[in-house]
């Protein structure tokens, strides 16, 4: 098989690439530190994102899937801190300056944690009504 010659032509750019290049009236350098920043800002903007959905659906989904399982009367496990550690890392690598006190936010909408934090006060109260 032989190669199609039509496709091995070099192109010559015009000559305002030319000058474009040299850097006269250029800003490839600005756009080049503008990209670099904007693929970061990008990459924490997702983070932040993906990991705020994940807490979202960790927070309202523990209690509405415990409601649902106890009108079935059936047991149910819930998924503990997962929520309320994605939202303090969503809100931690938040490119947006907002107040550090905001990570209590996911933590206290956790329903799981005072659940856990509640766990050894139950226990220690039906081993001393047995």
């Known amino acids: ?6 496709l091995h032509r070099t192109f010559n750019p015009p000559p305002v690439f030319a000058t474009a290049k040299t850097g006269i009236g ?3 350098g600005e756009l080049t530190r503008c990209t670099d ?5 990008l990459m924490a903007w997702t983070a932040t994102a993906l990991l705020g959905l994940l807490s979202v ?3 309202v989904g523990n209690p509405l899937c415990g409601l649902r399982a106890m009108r079935a009367g059936r047991g149910y496990s819930f998924v503990p801190l997962v929520g309320g550690l994605a939202g303090a890392a969503a809100i931690l690598i938040c490119p947006c300056s907002i107040s550090e006190w905001w990570v209590l936010a996911p933590l206290m909408l ?3 944690i005072p659940c856990l934090l509640a766990l050894p006060v139950i ?3 039906r081993r001393g009504s047995t």
Do not use: L, R, V
């Not at 098989?1 to 039509?6: I, L």
């Not at 920043?37 to 800002?41: E, P, R, V």
């Open 110 to 112: 956790d329903y799981s």
């Open 26 to 28: 250029s800003t490839a």
């Open 123 to 125: 226990m220690m109260t």
């Open 1 to 6: 098989m032989t190669a199609n010659k039509s």
């Open 57 to 59: 659906t960790f927070i």
């Open 37 to 41: 920043n904007a693929d970061g800002a």
